[in-house]
Antibody, heavy 120, light 110 residues
Framework: EVQLVESGGGLVKPGGSLRLSCAAS????????MNWVRQAPGKGLEWVSF????????YYADSVKGRFTISRDNAKNSLYLQMNSLRAEDTAVYYC?????????????WGQGTLVTVSS | QSALTQPASVSGSPGQSITISCTGT?????????VSWYQQHPGKAPQLMIY???SRPSGVSDRFSGSKSGNTASLTISGLQAEDEADYYC??????????FGTGTKVTVL
């Protein structure tokens, strides 16, 4: 069974930093592409970032480009999101997601999410 | 990249069919068949209902079906049931190698 468990969320002041982690299990992590997706309270889904299975391809939404960094450690079956220069509008539940397969650009699995609150 | 456009709400009585539209551009829905639909109940993570425009993951009811014409995709729920009341989001891959989600549609079962 595919399991994605996020951690690292919490309350942070504007301009601060936070690092989210996602522990993956139930599948061979190093052959799947991964994404982060977020959802502000009471709002819709927003794609944040993509990383390919071998980290050779990385993409970001314009809203986070230059502030967020996605990475992965295939030896630890883990996905990360380093968030810097945080703003109030970054407040959201952040979901770790897995694509169907390499080069199959459909988000198939979701974690339960971790809440990030940016407030003074 | 702007969000795909969905109606804010759609409602129907039990047993009826409803259709949710999702309008994009030639940069996303019109460019690829990487169109998917997600169901989200309050406080829960989204769940994949339709992928590759028309395919259903195992375990998803055949009352859910998808289609696409040009830059617009659609999700149809047939035989509407109380448990179908939820938010629904479409999503597409884009020519910029990014993803885009729809604005979301709240489905109400009357």
């Amino acid at each position: 069974e595919v399991q994605l468990v996020e951690s690292g969320g919490g309350l942070v002041k504007p301009g601060g930093s936070l690092r989210l982690s996602c522990a993956a299990s139930g599948f061979t992590f190093n052959i799947y592409d991964m994404n982060w997706v977020r959802q502000a309270p009471g709002k819709g889904l927003e794609w944040v970032s993509f990383i390919s299975s071998s980290s050779t391809s990385i993409y970001y939404a314009d809203s986070v480009k230059g502030r967020f960094t996605i990475s992965r450690d295939n030896a630890k079956n883990s996905l990360y999101l380093q968030m810097n220069s945080l703003r109030a509008e970054d407040t959201a539940v952040y979901y770790c997601t897995r694509d169907f397969n390499t080069d199959w650009y459909i988000i198939a699995y979701w974690g339960q999410g971790t809440l990030v609150t940016v407030s003074s | 990249q702007s969000a795909l456009t969905q109606p804010a709400s759609v409602s129907g009585s039990p047993g009826q069919s409803i259709t949710i539209s999702c309008t994009g551009t030639s940069n996303d829905i019109g460019a690829y068949n990487y169109v998917s639909w997600y169901q989200q109940h309050p406080g829960k993570a989204p769940q994949l209902m339709i992928y590759d425009v028309t395919s259903r993951p195992s375990g998803v009811s055949d009352r859910f079906s998808g289609s696409k014409s040009g830059n617009t995709a659609s999700l149809t729920i047939s035989g509407l049931q109380a448990e179908d009341e939820a938010d629904y989001y479409c999503s597409s891959y884009t020519i910029f190698s990014t993803r885009v989600f729809g604005t979301g549609t709240k489905v109400t079962v009357l």
